[in-house]
């Protein structure tokens, strides 16, 4: 994938990560893309590592494996800043 695709998928990540688990956090929008890039990172490796597959492109299977990994990392954000 490149570097357009990983930030959109980030970004949409991102963005239902926040969505699933809302509330106050620094940053903004670009902590969000962030996580949610970082997250489709992590999530890709998890995902890969438990078997459930890569994040290998723009369709369903990896935008719910990097949600998966930006909710992961969302939360543990959240538990680093309190």
């Known amino acids: 994938m490149g570097i357009l ?3 959109v998928i980030g970004l949409i990540a991102g ?4 969505f699933i688990m ?3 956090d620094p940053g903004g929008i670009f ?3 962030l ?11 998890v995902g890969s590592f ?3 597959g890569p994040v290998t492109g723009f369709n369903a299977g990896s935008l719910i494996v990097a949600v998966g990994g930006a909710v992961l990392l969302l939360f543990l954000y959240r538990l680093v800043k309190k």
């Open 5 to 7: 695709s990983w930030i």
């Open 31 to 33: 902590i969000t893309i």
């Open 35 to 45: 996580i949610g890039i970082a997250g489709a990172f992590v999530g890709g490796f």
């Open 50 to 52: 438990l078997g459930f």
């Open 15 to 18: 963005a239902l990560a926040k």
């Open 22 to 24: 809302p509330g106050k």
